[in-house]
C-alpha cells in the first residue's frame, strides 16, 4: 500500500517538476526529504530484537524446491513485464499515444490510485476467492493489457481506462503473492519475503534494460508486448508452481490416510 500509495503522489508530481524545469531536480529534491523520515524512523520506531541468524547455505537450499523456485520466478516474471512497459510510459504517452504533458500526468495519476485499489483487491481475492484463482486472474489481465496496449491507447479517455485496468491487475499480484510464498515455507517466512524483494528490486532492472533495448532497437510503441512476454511466462511459472503445491498436498492426504488404515 505504501509503494502503491507513492506512485499515485510521486510519479505524477515528478513527471510535473521534469515538464516546468530539469528532471535532475527531482532527485535533488528526494535526498533532503529522505533526511526527516530517517529521523523519524529512529525515533518513531521501537527497537526490535532480531530473529536468529539464518546461514546464505540453508537461504539458499529453499531453491531445491521446485515450488518454490517457480513461485520466485513468477515474481521476476511478473515485474519484469511491468517494468519493461511502465518505465517508458511518459514517452509512449507522448510519442505514440500523442497525449500533451497535463494529460500524461493525469494519466500517471490514475494509473496510481488504481494500483492502490489493486493492491486492495489482491488481498480482498486471496480471502475470498484463494490463491489460485486471484493470483492467475491477475497476471492474465495484467499481460493481456500490456499485449493490447498499443492497440486499445488511441485516446485519452481509453487510454484512462486502460492504465486503471493495467494498475488494478498488477498491483493484485503482490498481496497474493507474498501469502502464497509464506504458505510454501511458513517457517522460513521472513527469508521467503527477503528472496522475493530481492528479486523483485532485480526484476525491475532486468525490464527497464530490456525496455531500453526495445526503445532503441524498435520503437516505444513495442513495450507492451514486450512486457507481454514476460507476464506469460509469469503466468506459466505460477501455474506450474501452484500444480507442484497441489500435488504435494494430494501425496500428503494420501500418506495420511495410508497411516490411519
Given at each position: 500500500?505504501?509503494?502503491?500509495?507513492?506512485?499515485?503522489?510521486?510519479?505524477?508530481l515528478?513527471?510535473?517538476?521534469?515538464?516546468?524545469?530539469?528532471?535532475?531536480?527531482?532527485f535533488?529534491?528526494?535526498?533532503?526529504?529522505?533526511?526527516?523520515?530517517?529521523?523519524?524512523i529512529?525515533?518513531?520506531?521501537?527497537?526490535?530484537?532480531?530473529?536468529?541468524?539464518?546461514?546464505?547455505?540453508?537461504?539458499?537450499?529453499?531453491?531445491?524446491?521446485?515450488?518454490i523456485?517457480?513461485?520466485?520466478?513468477?515474481?521476476?516474471?511478473?515485474?519484469m513485464?511491468?517494468?519493461?512497459?511502465?518505465?517508458?510510459?511518459?514517452?509512449?504517452?507522448?510519442?505514440?499515444?500523442?497525449?500533451?504533458?497535463?494529460?500524461?500526468?493525469?494519466?500517471?495519476?490514475?494509473?496510481?490510485?488504481?494500483?492502490?485499489?489493486g493492491?486492495?483487491?489482491?488481498?480482498?481475492?486471496?480471502?475470498?476467492?484463494?490463491?489460485?484463482?486471484?493470483?492467475?486472474?491477475?497476471?492474465?489481465?495484467?499481460?493481456?493489457?500490456?499485449?493490447?496496449?498499443?492497440?486499445?491507447?488511441?485516446?485519452?479517455?481509453?487510454?484512462?481506462?486502460?492504465?486503471?485496468?493495467w494498475?488494478?491487475?498488477?498491483?493484485?499480484?503482490?498481496a497474493?503473492?507474498q501469502?502464497?510464498?509464506?504458505?510454501?515455507?511458513?517457517?522460513?517466512?521472513?527469508?521467503?519475503?527477503?528472496?522475493?524483494?530481492?528479486?523483485?528490486?532485480?526484476?525491475?532492472a532486468?525490464?527497464?534494460?530490456?525496455?531500453?533495448?526495445?526503445?532503441?532497437?524498435?520503437?516505444?510503441?513495442?513495450?507492451?508486448?514486450?512486457?507481454?512476454?514476460?507476464l506469460?511466462?509469469?503466468?506459466?511459472?505460477?501455474?506450474?508452481?501452484?500444480?507442484l503445491?497441489?500435488?504435494?498436498?494430494?501425496?500428503?492426504?494420501?500418506?495420511?490416510?495410508?497411516?490411519?488404515?
Amino acid at each position: 500500500m505504501g509503494f502503491s500509495s507513492a506512485l499515485v503522489l510521486g510519479v505524477p508530481l515528478g513527471r510535473l517538476v521534469a515538464t516546468h524545469t530539469d528532471w535532475r531536480y527531482i532527485f535533488a529534491g528526494i535526498g533532503p526529504l529522505t533526511i526527516p523520515i530517517l529521523i523519524s524512523i529512529i525515533k518513531g520506531i521501537p527497537a526490535i530484537p532480531g530473529q536468529a541468524p539464518i546461514p546464505f547455505k540453508q537461504q539458499f537450499a529453499l531453491f531445491k524446491e521446485l515450488r518454490i523456485t517457480s513461485a520466485l520466478l513468477t515474481t521476476l516474471f511478473w515485474i519484469m513485464g511491468y517494468s519493461v512497459a511502465f518505465t517508458y510510459i511518459s514517452p509512449f504517452l507522448l510519442k505514440v499515444v500523442k497525449l500533451d504533458p497535463s494529460e500524461v500526468s493525469m494519466g500517471l495519476f490514475a494509473f496510481g490510485l488504481f494500483s492502490i485499489a489493486g493492491a486492495r483487491l489482491g488481498g480482498f481475492g486471496t480471502d475470498k476467492w484463494g490463491v489460485p484463482r486471484t493470483l492467475l486472474t491477475g497476471l492474465l489481465v495484467h499481460g493481456t493489457v500490456l499485449l493490447l496496449l498499443t492497440v486499445l491507447a488511441k485516446s485519452l479517455i481509453v487510454t484512462l481506462l486502460v492504465l486503471m485496468v493495467w494498475a488494478l491487475s498488477a498491483w493484485s499480484t503482490v498481496a497474493v503473492q507474498q501469502y502464497y510464498l509464506i504458505t510454501l515455507a511458513p517457517r522460513y517466512s521472513d527469508v521467503m519475503l527477503s528472496l522475493n524483494n530481492s528479486i523483485l528490486q532485480l526484476g525491475m532492472a532486468l525490464g527497464a534494460a530490456i525496455g531500453g533495448f526495445t526503445v532503441d532497437l524498435f520503437s516505444e510503441k513495442h513495450v507492451g508486448w514486450m512486457g507481454a512476454i514476460s507476464l506469460l511466462l509469469a503466468f506459466l511459472a505460477a501455474g506450474f508452481s501452484l500444480w507442484l503445491s497441489r500435488q504435494g498436498r494430494h501425496d500428503t492426504e494420501i500418506r495420511q490416510g495410508q497411516s490411519l488404515q
